[in-house]
Nanobody, 115 residues
Framework: QVQLVESGGGLVQPGGSLRLSCAASGGIFSIHTTNWYHRAPGKQRELVAGITMLGSTNYADSVKGRFTISRDNAKNTMYLQMNSLKPEDTAVYFC?????????WGQGIQVTVSS
């Protein structure tokens, strides 16, 4: 049974930083691609960043240069360092583990960027 648990969200002022973590259980984390998605109010869930088991990364244009995705396979944990946060980054952030034929999601964590 794979479980993903996000942490590190909260309220931050514009220009501030947060670091999200996604801890995985179930033993298959290290061999699959993992992603961060977010769902802003009134919008559909969309991909923020992804990282393969070998460390190749991709980012949404809106976060390039501000967000950094990383993973520690030994700890079964993925991270999202978010810098220079903007009000439009306000959303629920989800971690995702890509497994062929299926996928796993965390419960989501709120990030609010507001003064």
């Amino acid at each position: 049974q794979v479980q993903l648990v996000e942490s590190g969200g909260g309220l931050v002022q514009p220009g501030g930083s947060l670091r999200l973590s996604c801890a995985a259980s179930g033993g298959i984390f290290s061999i699959h691609t993992t992603n961060w998605y977010h769902r802003a109010p009134g919008k559909q869930r969309e991909l923020v960043a992804g990282i393969t088991m070998l460390g190749s990364t991709n980012y949404a244009d809106s976060v390039k240069g501000r967000f950094t995705i990383s993973r520690d396979n030994a700890k079964n944990t993925m991270y999202l360092q978010m810098n220079s946060l903007k009000p439009e980054d306000t959303a629920v952030y989800f971690c995702n583990l890509v497994v062929p034929g299926t996928g796993y999601w965390g419960q989501g964590i709120q990030v609010t960027v507001s003064s």
